[in-house]
């Protein structure tokens, strides 16, 4: 059984400053994990991936996310905030292979100016 | 990356019909499709995963009968929601697994009256 857990339904941050979502895994196997990012009234865009290569994941639009085993955690980060970046973002585990993806309950990241 | 895409992005109908969602992608071929439904301000949760050439395999709680799933070909899968009520009000959303990753499609807004 695999499940995800993200911490805080919604973060503020300024614009410019450090984004952190946080998200935690459960898994009985070894997992792949997601982050999506989902705009209001659109289906969800990938922003990264771990599929059991390097631990630290870099995605698109300056997002990265480091998978730590010890720590069940495979929290999204983006230095410098931008104004665009405000979404609903989404962790989500797999197993290996064309198997279900189990989402977490989602972030709403709003930017302040 | 790959690209699905829904039919219709929108559709308002009245109680007691039944409502067709196509699900395709686009450049790639799918043997497996995961149905999600998705309520205001929450997450995605899986309804069904279509396989092609077979049944569609339904997620606990989901009426079978009620959520029709047709995957007729390795790019193409349909949802039907039979006899829809207001409570059927929902956001639904397809994706479809390809190179390690799952897509999404944009999303068919589903209002009943």
């Known amino acids: 059984a695999q499940s995800v857990t993200q911490l805080g339904s919604h973060v503020s941050v300024s614009e410019g400053a450090l984004v952190l979502l946080r998200c935690n895994y459960s898994s009985s196997v070894p997992p792949y994990l997601f982050w999506y990012v989902q705009y209001p009234n659109q289906g969800l865009q990938l922003l990264l991936k771990?599929?059991?290569?390097?631990?630290l994941v870099k995605g698109i639009n300056d997002f990265e996310a480091e998978f730590k085993k010890s720590e069940t955690s495979f929290h999204l980060t983006k230095p410098s905030a931008h104004m665009s970046d405000a979404a609903e973002y989404f962790c989500?585990?797999?197993?290996?292979?064309?198997?279900?993806?189990?989402f977490g309950q989602g972030t709403r990241l709003t930017i302040n100016p | 990356g790959a690209v699905v895409s829904q039919h219709p992005s929108r559709v308002i109908c009245k109680s007691g019909t039944s409502v067709k969602i196509e699900c395709r992608s686009l450049d790639f071929q799918a043997t497996t499709m995961f149905w999600y439904r998705q309520f205001p301000k929450q997450s995605l949760m899986l309804m069904a995963t279509?396989?092609?050439?077979?049944?569609?395999?339904?997620e606990q709680g989901v009426e079978k009968d009620k959520f029709l799933i047709n995957h007729a070909s390795l790019t193409l899968s349909t949802l039907t929601v039979t006899s829809a009520h207001p409570e059927d009000s929902s956001f639904y959303i397809c994706s479809a697994p390809e190179g390690g990753a799952w897509f999404f499609g944009p999303g068919t807004r589903l209002t009943v009256l």
């Open positions: 771990y599929t059991s290569a390097a631990t």
């Open positions: 989500a585990v797999s197993g290996q292979g064309a198997q279900k993806l189990v």
């Open positions: 279509s396989n092609e050439g077979s049944k569609a395999t339904y």
